[in-house]
């Protein structure tokens, strides 16, 4: 290579460093639509890109999200405060108005489905209470096991227990942990800057493989349910953020969702995208003590998304069946829905086996409930994808909101910058 190809292809580097991640995160899921469009047998074979991206972040998450959170603890100072209540709060408030807003246009819009399609595969929970008592086993799971299965209700527990335990160690055992945790943070890091290849494959692949002929015969319903939570991420979750900071709170929201939704988009799973979350919370410049323990537990019990597609998909088929829903049982719907979708796993889908639980709340058959969770997996490469953007992204946001510094000053820090 002569001096002068050396000297293009060191700016070229130097340009593309300069380039934020998100704009880099564009460049790639550009690259990708043109690839699937040019070329789908070449767009299916960099798909692998895309997995290799998401399987990399599902590892390091659950090791990342233990050590954090023990390390935290172990290291926290008497008397200083953490805020947890506040984020809880906010998400359980954050969840039930989203399923509020699922509910009112189901109302608006009235969608018929097509349930000719043959019922999908699974064994929904029948209620409530056997989705908390899910919840309570997955606390006492095994934490090898938690941690190779990534249950984050698990971790946080042993990762808590680890943590207040070693609060009467040696100082030089909390410093020891304090750099294990940043030592898997710089890991998380390196693979967070893989994500331009990793959106490039995963968009390629996703065109490629299954396009979007087959969502066109559910437009109207992918219109309520995308129109819903775009309602949420814009009107509701501003307001409630307002109401909690009274602070311009636009600069916070489209911060999380550049840079968590659009990553959560595409991965399609609120586990994997823990790390973009922390290294976010990090970036704004959150208490870690606060933000280690509510990032990974929001990625369990924060689904707004979820409550929207329970509630939504749950009234169309009450519809399709003609079934008349007054508003006592909407009302009760919502609570359903809300609790149900703390519930709801961290991965590609995991919403949609709750709705039977959901449709048999009004009255319809079971089998109208699989058929439904199977229409579900037909429209998941919109649905899915948008509602862990604002399941994902809505950890961040009311985080920041609850730890928000005092007025005036604005949620986001005047040094922040995009990743």
Not at 92 to 100: E, I, P, R
Not at 195 to 211: C, D, H, K, N, Q
Not at 213 to 231: D, F, P, W
Not at 408 to 417: K, N, S
Request: glycine share 8%; hydrophobic share 55%.
């Amino acid at each position: 290579m002569s001096n002068e190809e050396e000297t293009k292809a060191v700016g070229a580097g130097t340009w593309l460093r300069r380039v934020p991640l998100v704009g880099q995160i564009a460049i790639g899921l550009v690259l990708g639509v043109v690839l699937a469009l040019a070329w789908p047998e070449g767009a299916k074979s960099v798909s692998l890109l895309g997995k290799v991206f998401v399987s990399a972040l599902k590892a390091v998450a659950p090791v990342l999200v233990f050590i954090l959170v023990a390390a935290a603890i172990a290291s926290h100072k008497r008397g200083q405060e953490t805020r947890i209540r506040p984020v809880l709060v906010l998400y359980l408030l954050g969840t039930f108005g989203a399923a509020l807003v699922g509910v009112a246009m189901s109302y608006l819009f009235p969608t018929a489905l097509v349930l000719s399609v043959p019922a999908a595969q699974g064994t929904p929970p029948q209620a409530i209470g056997e989705v908390l008592t899910n919840l309570l086993m997955s606390a006492v799971a095994n934490p090898v096991t938690a941690i190779m299965e990534a249950n984050y209700i698990g971790i946080l527990t042993w990762g808590v227990c680890l943590g207040l335990a070693l609060r009467r160690a040696a100082i030089a055992s909390q410093q020891m942990l304090l750099d294990l945790a940043d030592a898997v943070s710089s890991i998380v890091q390196w693979v967070i800057r893989l994500a331009p290849l990793g959106i490039f494959g995963l968009v390629a692949g996703t065109l490629a493989e299954s396009g979007f002929s087959a969502l066109l015969g559910y437009g109207r319903l992918l219109l309520v349910l995308v129109g819903s939570m775009l309602l949420v991420a814009l009107v509701l979750n501003p307001l409630i953020v307002w109401l909690a900071t009274r602070r311009n709170p636009f600069p916070l929201v489209f911060a999380c969702l550049r840079e968590s939704g659009v990553t959560a988009f595409f991965t399609r799973s609120s586990a994997a995208n823990i790390p973009v979350n922390l290294a976010l919370a990090k970036r704004l410049d959150l208490d870690e003590d606060t933000y280690s323990v509510s990032i990974p537990l929001g990625a369990t019990i924060n689904m707004a998304g979820a409550a929207i597609t329970i509630s939504v998909m749950a009234l169309a088929a009450a519809h399709t069946m003609n079934v008349q829903v007054h508003f006592v049982t909407a009302l009760l719907l919502s609570i359903v829905a809300t609790l149900a979708a703390a519930g709801t796993s961290g991965v590609a889908g995991g919403s949609l086996l709750l709705i039977p639980m959901a449709t048999s709340l009004l009255g319809l058959p079971a089998d109208v409930g699989m058929q439904v969770v199977a229409i579900g997996f037909v429209i998941g490469v919109v649905q899915d994808s948008c509602e862990t953007a604002l399941n994902s992204s809505t950890d961040v946001l009311f985080t920041a909101a609850a730890l928000a510094p005092p007025a005036p000053a604005p949620l986001v820090p005047a040094d922040y910058h995009d990743a």
